[in-house]
């Protein structure tokens, strides 16, 4: 199985940027989709973004579109989150999450806190 770490949160100032990235442990991580999810204060997780091994284009929530980028670096078992433009509704606890089977996250990482302030 595959094991992932978050990190790059932290206090940022709206417009400000941001990069997350998830560490992964395990020989299969190529193989895996990859996604990024938050989860702000009395609100449900979320999917962000979501990247596939397939090639295809990634996605995107619509309300992130243009200003966040997910990429992937397989020589370093890394995922990464660019954030740009942030904006205080982005404040949320952001999880990095692997599916083996298309469209079904079942590794998840503990969560990195990200706060943008006014």
């Known amino acids: 199985q595959v094991q992932l770490v978050e990190s790059g949160g932290g206090l940022v100032q709206a417009g400000g940027s941001l990069r997350l990235s998830c560490a992964a442990s395990g020989r299969t991580f190529s193989s895996y989709d990859m996604g990024w999810f938050r989860q702000a204060p009395g609100k449900e997780r979320e999917l962000v973004a979501a990247g596939s091994w397939s090639g295809g284009r990634p996605y995107y929530r619509d309300s992130v579109k243009g200003r966040f980028t997910i990429s992937r670096d397989n020589a370093k078992n890394t995922v990464y989150l660019q954030m740009d433009s942030l904006k205080p509704e982005d404040t949320a606890v952001y999880y990095c999450?692997?599916?083996?089977?298309?469209?079904?996250?079942?590794?998840w990482g503990q969560g990195t806190q990200v706060t943008v302030s006014s």
């Open positions: 999450a692997a599916a083996q089977t298309p469209g079904v996250y079942d590794r």
